[in-house]
């Protein structure tokens, strides 16, 4: 198996995105370290089920990544980073005048600031073990922007801009640093965003879907979890060595509109 004796920590992987992205990972062999801001027996049921599913490590550590000591806790505990990718987030949707400042600052702690942390954490223990990938999880909004997602785009923007510093700095080394940018998938987040855009537009379920969410995205598909983990799959491929400070768009098309 590719990752063999790797270790990966997901960020936020008790649902979604990263959640996908760590049984893609423990698909290829990797040891995962799952993690959220709850501490529940089905979080570390998760971790057992990837265990049992692909013969590797899996561990659920809880840490509330708005908070900067925690995050570095985060990598502590763990005690090995390989392979870290920082995929916590969360959305607020409101014009700027009316965007809660309370909202605002913990979509930039966690969204951007958790990540600044948590490399910092990661990347001794990477240079200690010879080798190491850094992926963070943009968006689209990482290299676009939409109304009334201001804290969010200013966040993924943000960590498209630490992305490519983190791989000047480790260019020399065998360390790679790069976002993946998804466009629309179909996560818990995205659905929490539907009844508030249904009641906005004064849309149904499936117009939201098609005329709001799905408009930008040319392919007219959600991408999907899976299909972000192969991406991280392949970002920790040694196909992928020389590919650093870089996004890699899984958005149907988006951007290229
Ligand atoms: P999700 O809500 O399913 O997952 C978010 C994860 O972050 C969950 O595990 C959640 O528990 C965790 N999290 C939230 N607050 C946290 C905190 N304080 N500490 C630790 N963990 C915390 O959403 P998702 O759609 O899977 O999103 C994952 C990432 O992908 C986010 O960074 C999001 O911005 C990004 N993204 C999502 C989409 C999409 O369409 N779903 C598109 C582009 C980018």
Known sequence: MQLKGKTAIVTGSNSGIGLGIARELARAGADVVLNSFTDRDEDHALAQEIADAHGVGARYIAADLSDGDAARGLIEAAGRCDILVNNAGIQHVAPIDEFPAA???????????????????????????????VINIASAHGLTASPYKGAYVAAKHG??????????????????????????????????????????????????????????????????????????????SDAAAQITGTTISVDGGWTAL
């Open 103 to 133: 909202k605002w600052e913990a979509i930039i702690a966690i969204n951007l600031t958790s990540a600044f942390h948590t490399t910092a954490a990661a990347l001794p223990m990477m240079r200690k073990a010879g080798w190491g990938r």
């Open 159 to 236: 960590i498209v801009g630490f992305t490519k510093v983190t791989a000047l700095e480790t260019a020399r080394e065998p360390i790679t640093a790069n976002a993946i940018c998804p466009g629309y998938v179909l996560t818990p987040l995205v659905e929490a965003q539907i009844p508030d855009t249904m009641q906005k537009y004064g849309m149904d379920r499936e117009e939201v879907i098609e005329k709001v969410m799905l408009e930008r995205q040319p392919s007219k598909e959600f991408a999907t979890t899976e299909q972000l983990g192969g991406t991280a799959v392949f970002l920790c």
